[in-house]
């Protein structure tokens, strides 16, 4: 077992736990990673849309959003279903999230994510050039397409910088990616932004395990961590896989949606809620399939080409629904596709994947310390976490750097 005083175990092997091993690993710090599934990669971060969206992180939560979700509710095909429940988790969040629909929250929340979105891509730059590789990782720009006049007019009011993102009317979105011309006459006109990046998420989770995999000071446990108090020290809490503590200095816990599950021992409340969503991945076709990452804004629809496939995702539903609600909005997905993009087809044998969002009410991932002094959490990224898990690691790192 690997311990000492620059010992870190870290709780969950998505794209966030594994960024926070993998940043840890290279300053030199002995890391266990701890992941209960057989594979790394396979819970949330398995077959997302593949954006690093790293200039569009505006919150869920925003003004005009309630009237807008509520305008949705029972149409099909709708960005946002809710399902309300009787379960007081559910109704904290959603208080919660209501009250971050101001102005002044979102926009503070909108600045904290995009920091953190920034970060991100340096970071990621970095391990790429220091040889990170292998996660269908391109550059291709993103275009966000607009068939609503009035959306359109405020998104081009509202960039946030003038030498990347670029405005375009209906014929320069279809110059952007002919892939859309069949919108063409639907179209109020798009906004093209430059150096927005797509990748597989769950490679890419893949890719950092290969890395650290045969390293000395590197130990992954395919087990199911659990946290509690400490019985000899009343500030610390331990970790345990089957029964056994684990000998280590640090603990970070990186354990998507089951953070919530994983804390209660400690008498930590985190405010996570799953967000569900959906996507769709089928093989490319060439000048069918787009080739630069495209927003569909007015349905939500996110198509990112990874490699010779063709990802394509959306929807956020609140509250659990039945597995028959889960087929319909799968079917609702395949339709917009398929009137969006028909040639990239046939959408009926498209893969298709549920994952749920581990969200806060505010989408700013929770990052920091607790009243435990050897624990550290990195959760609750909603529908930003792959592009934001570089950026988030690195703060990680910087607050085990400055306790010591
Ligand atoms: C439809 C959809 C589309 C999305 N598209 C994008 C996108 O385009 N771009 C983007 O940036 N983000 C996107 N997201 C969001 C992103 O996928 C998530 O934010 C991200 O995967 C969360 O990562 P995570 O590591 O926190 O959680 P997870 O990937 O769920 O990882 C947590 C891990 O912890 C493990 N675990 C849990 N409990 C324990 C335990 N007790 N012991 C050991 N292991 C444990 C789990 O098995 C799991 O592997 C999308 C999400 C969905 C659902």
């Known amino acids: 077992m690997i311990s000492g005083s620059r010992s870190v175990a870290v709780i969950g092997g998505g794209t966030v736990g594994l960024s926070t091993a993998y940043a840890l690993w290279r300053e030199g710090y002995d890391v266990t990673l701890i992941e209960e599934q057989a594979e790394v990669g396979r819970v949330a971060s398995f077959s997302n849309g593949g954006q690093l969206s790293y200039r569009y992180v505006s919150p869920l939560a925003g003004p005009g959003v309630p009237l807008e979700a509520l305008s949705w509710l029972g149409k099909a095909g709708s960005p ?6 009787m379960d007081l988790n559910q109704w904290r969040w959603l208080f919660s999230f209501l009250s971050a629909c101001t102005r002044s929250q979102s926009d503070r929340h909108a600045s904290e994510l995009l920091k953190l979105a ?4 340096k970071q990621l730059a970095q391990w790429r ?4 590789d292998g996660f269908l990782w391109r550059r291709p720009g993103k275009l966000i397409i607009y068939r609503n006049i ?17 405005v375009l009317g209906a014929e320069g979105c279809i110059a952007v990616e002919p892939a859309f011309s069949g919108l063409k006459s639907s179209l109020a006109g798009g906004i093209f932004t430059e150096d927005e990046e797509v990748a597989d998420c769950h490679l890419y989770c893949q890719a ?6 045969n390293s000395k000071t590197f130990r992954y446990m395919q087990a199911t961590a659990a946290l509690r108090p400490s019985a000899n020290n009343t500030d610390q809490c331990e970790v345990l896989v089957n029964g056994r503590r684990i000998d280590t200095r640090h603990i970070v816990l990186a354990a998507g949606l089951a953070s919530r599950a994983v804390t209660k021992p400690l008498g930590i409340d985190l405010p996570l809620y799953a967000l569900r969503g959906y996507s769709l991945t089928l093989p490319a076709i060439e000048h069918a399939t787009p080739s630069v990452s495209v927003t569909d804004y007015d349905n939500r629809v996110v198509y990112a080409r990874l490699g010779d496939k063709l990802r394509i995702a959306a929807m956020v539903d609140i509250g659990l629904s039945s597995t028959r609600q889960q087929e319909t909005r ?3 997905l395949r ?6 993009l028909p040639a990239a087809g046939p959408y009926d044998t498209a893969t ?7 969200a806060t009410p505010s989408s700013v991932p929770i990052i920091g310390r607790t009243r435990w002094k050897n624990l550290l959490l990195n959760v609750g990224h909603g529908a930003l976490g792959f592009t934001l898990s570089p950026g988030s690691a690195r703060r990680v790192v910087e607050l085990i750097q400055t306790e010591q």
Request: glycine content about 6%.
């Open 129 to 132: 050039e220091e040889g990170l």
């Open 208 to 213: 950092l395990l290969g890395k650290m995999q």
């Open 352 to 358: 298709p994947w549920i994952g749920a969002r581990p």
């Open 335 to 340: 339709t917009l596709a398929a009137q969006t």
């Open 330 to 332: 799968l079917s609702q």
């Open 150 to 166: 009035e959306k359109f007019r405020k998104a081009s009011c509202a960039l946030t910088d003038s030498r990347t993102q670029h």
């Open 80 to 85: 946002i279903s809710l399902n309300l429940k």
């Open 118 to 121: 920034l970060a991100s891509q």
